[in-house]
């Protein structure tokens, strides 16, 4: 895979830290088959360059994440979108002066004040719950992009003239597509290419750093209390096994969070466990919880919560990638180190969202 800028400044900043001494960011044996020696560039210089874009021509017809079949007569001037995963794609892709509307309490989310603090002001167009349809069509916007869950309200919004894509990136393959999708949508392949090569190369030399480390047993905390957990089926198992990590809840079926208890945590005896991004209780909330005081992760103090200064990174945003480098640092210290995921987060942040991170957690 061809490497960008960004990630051969992340990999010359990894082997730098190494030589200071300082926790490995990743393997001496990794970052030497990774030496990037020409890399000269600061991390506040990683910006991607722009590149030529490839041409789309309109009428242009795309098949959305629905399987639907959907033409685009002319190329899009204006948007609108009612899912904050697909609102935060069109930042990364540059197109954010084009939103016209976007979804309910956009006003919360973090990202959009750092990034693009103009969203934040737009007229809502609802949820997936209660989608705003007139209010939508009332903007006139060229193209609309909603969540998959939106399916059953498609029609009218089409008996409305609006032309919508629905998007469903519950995965990262399924991500990849949603980039995809929205580049081709609105004219900017090449920086959706570059935006997947950026996560996918900082992928690689997070895998490449963990090697063959110890493998362990990972539970996945809710949003809502401890006693949630994701199973297989949900993005937090990708996380999971992004870093080499074992599911504590394999055998779980549920396709969505699954109610567990008590019983059940110290029974499968997790050797981490990691709190969910907007999780409404804390680390110390985990530690002191008596029932769970003879559970391996509260015993050794191996009870994090993923990052949630910037945006919740174990939901599959752009920056989603972030949260399996985090959860490298807590589970692999010695390979992949704190500030090699504070360079990521720079980089990324810098180049697809044009800030720099003032917090990480």
Request: glycine letters at 6%; charged letters at 20%.
């Amino acid at each position: 895979m061809k490497m960008t800028k960004m990630t051969a400044l992340l990999l010359a900043a990894a082997m730098a830290l190494t030589a200071c001494g300082s926790t490995a960011a990743v393997s001496s044996e990794a970052a030497a088959s990774a030496a990037a020696p020409e890399v000269t560039a600061s991390p506040e210089e990683a910006a991607v360059e722009p590149a030529a874009e490839t041409a789309v021509t309109y009428p242009l017809t795309v098949t959305d994440q629905l399987g639907r079949e959907v033409t685009i007569e002319t190329e899009p001037k204006t948007l609108a979108s009612g899912y904050y995963i697909s609102t935060s794609l069109l930042i990364a892709l540059g197109v954010q002066d084009e939103l016209v509307g976007v979804e309910a309490k956009a006003d919360k989310r973090t990202i959009y004040g750092l990034s693009a603090p103009e969203l934040q002001s737009l007229p809502s167009i609802g949820t997936a719950k209660e989608f705003d349809l007139e209010g939508c069509a009332a903007l006139t916007p060229d193209l609309v992009i909603v969540p998959a869950k939106l399916k059953d309200s498609i029609p009218q919004m089409e008996e409305l003239g609006l032309t919508v894509l629905a998007v469903k990136p519950e995965d990262q393959d399924k991500l990849y597509g949603a980039i995809d999708l929205l580049a081709q949508a609105t004219n900017t392949v090449a920086r959706g290419e570059e935006l997947k090569s950026a996560i996918e190369d900082n992928l690689l030399s997070l895998h490449e750093a963990i090697g063959d480390a110890e493998a362990p047993t990972v539970y996945m905390a809710g949003n809502s209390s401890v006693l949630q957990t994701a199973g297989p089926a949900m993005y937090q198992n990708y996380m999971i096994e992004n870093v080499g990590g074992l599911n504590a809840a394999a055998s779980v079926e549920d396709t969505y969070w699954a109610e567990v208890s008590y019983e059940q945590v110290l029974d499968w005896d997790p050797d981490y466990i990691i709190l969910a991004s907007d999780a409404d209780y804390d680390v110390d909330s985990v530690l002191n919880d008596a029932a769970l005081a003879d559970c391996t992760a509260v015993k050794e103090g191996h009870v994090y919560q993923l990052p949630h200064a910037i945006e919740a990174v174990d939901s599959p945003v752009p920056g989603s990638f972030l949260g399996s480098v985090y959860l490298g640092s807590v589970l692999h210290p010695e390979q992949v180190s704190e500030q090699f995921y504070h360079d990521c987060a720079d980089a990324f942040y810098t180049t697809y969202y044009g800030f720099t991170p003032a917090s990480y957690e």
